[in-house]
T-cell receptor, first 115, second 114 residues
Framework: EAQVTQNPRYLITVTGKKLTVTCSQN?????MSWYRQDPGLGLRQIYY???????DKGDVPEGYKVSRKEKRNFPLILESPSPNQTSLYFC??????????????FGPGTRLTVL | DQQVKQNSPSLSVQEGRISILNCDYT??????FLWYKKYPAEGPTFLIS?????DKNEDGRFTVFLNKSAKHLSLHIVPSQPGDSAVYFC?????????????FGKGTHLIIQP
């Protein structure tokens, strides 16, 4: 089954404790992206990756890191989480970017709480 | 600076009637528009899209209309069904531009009343 998976689905942590949210897709998609969803703000892009070893900042990258060592995986890293990073996070992927747009497929979400 | 706006946080419609969800955008570089549907505890799923070269796209009960001069698009659901109750996000992108992701609106919570 074609899908985007995220782990963990739920996480409660404390300020300053490094964490990683994993994202994996099995559709051989080139483009992957992370979004956060906050009440009243909709979905905002954190980082994106056009292909292996190619990443760039989205609209709200502060406090986050990403890596793209393999095509299928795009982990989101919070080196020193803070309470304002409490949010619902979505990973997404699409076949490619630009040109004829290909729809993005979203993972199920990771609800993160930073105390 | 909100480039994609959904001004109705929620909308309540009776089952069987038409649901109309609205979306406005400010960036004239956007040339591809999408609607996503989101149920609680799930990721958004693609619903329907439209290119700026068209003014209408239809898929079953769902139709999206685009008015480029007004920078406005709308999603029509006819007839509305209980399973349509969800949050709907309007999104836009410059398909011929760089690798920027989708720009989303804040979403409209559609509630279908029995």
């Amino acid at each position: 089954e074609a899908q985007v998976t995220q782990n963990p689905r739920y996480l409660i942590t404390v300020t300053g404790k490094k964490l990683t949210v994993t994202c994996s897709q099995n559709m051989n998609h080139e483009y992957m992206s992370w979004y956060r969803q906050d009440p009243g703000l909709g979905l905002r892009q954190i980082y994106y990756s056009m292909n292996v070893e190619v990443t760039d900042k989205g609209d709200v990258p502060e406090g986050y890191k990403v890596s793209r060592k393999e095509k299928r995986n795009f982990p989101l890293i919070l080196e020193s989480p803070s309470p304002n990073q409490t949010s619902l996070y979505f990973c997404a992927s699409s076949l490619t970017y630009g040109g004829t747009y290909n729809e993005q497929f979203f993972g199920p979400g990771t609800r993160l709480t930073v105390l | 600076d909100q480039q994609v706006k959904q001004n109705s946080p929620s909308l309540s419609v009776q089952e069987g009637r038409i649901s109309i969800l609205n979306c406005d955008y400010t960036n004239s570089m956007f040339d591809y528009f999408l609607w996503y549907k989101k149920y609680p505890a799930e990721g958004p799923t693609f619903l329907i899209s439209i290119s700026s070269i068209k003014d209408k796209n239809e898929d079953g009960r769902f139709t999206v209309f685009l008015n480029k001069s007004a920078k406005h698009l709308s999603l029509h659901i006819v007839p509305s069904q209980p399973g349509d109750s969800a949050v709907y996000f309007c999104a836009a992108i410059r398909s011929g531009g760089g690798a920027d992701g989708l720009t989303f609106g804040k979403g409209t919570h559609l509630i279908i009343q029995p």
